[in-house]
């Protein structure tokens, strides 16, 4: 499954990060960037963050639990109906 394929939200309270949210490498070099455009790696000192906090509820869950396979819709099952044939 391709990178961009992926749900990204928060594992604790299902908040979804968008484009122009931004988080901190501190106390790091404190580059402010959105983590979810390099899977957690600073852009600036190249840190790999394990934990990431959600904005929302200010939780810190380990970054790769923020990625969720989409949910798709299963295509509906359909039953065959069994007709009698005459001959």
């Known amino acids: 499954m391709a990178r961009d394929e992926y749900e990204i939200y928060c594992p604790k309270c299902a908040w979804r990060p968008q484009p122009g949210d931004r988080w901190a490498c501190e106390p790091s070099c404190g580059t402010v960037w959105n983590t979810f455009w390099t899977r ?5 000192c190249g840190k790999q963050w394990r934990d990431t906090q959600c904005l929302a509820c200010r939780a810190f869950s380990p970054h790769k639990q923020w990625y969720h396979a989409p949910r798709r819709a299963r295509p509906g099952r359909t039953r065959r109906r069994e007709t009698d044939t005459v001959s």
Do not use: A, D, Y
């Open 40 to 44: 957690g790696l600073c852009p600036g």
